[in-house]
């Protein structure tokens, strides 16, 4: 007997408060100092798949 999987809806978000927010966060620069520890991370991570 096989299970019968029920496709999932999507989340209909209808306070505009919370869309609004989320728009702002996404919106939003990404900060100097957090690029920079990106970019130093992502090099250790080069040098380590490089060995």
């Given at each position: 007997?096989?299970?019968?999987?029920?496709?999932?809806?999507?989340?209909?978000?209808?306070?505009k408060?919370?869309?609004?927010?989320?728009?702002?966060?996404?919106?939003?620069?990404?900060?100097?100092?957090?690029?920079?520890?990106?970019?130093?991370?992502?090099?250790?991570?080069?040098?380590?798949?490089?060995?």
């Amino acid at each position: 007997m096989a299970a019968k999987i029920k496709p999932v809806q999507p989340t209909e978000i209808k306070d505009k408060k919370i869309i609004r927010e989320v728009i702002e966060q996404i919106r939003k620069p990404i900060p100097a100092a957090t690029l920079k520890r990106h970019e130093k991370e992502e090099e250790a991570l080069m040098r380590l798949l490089k060995k």
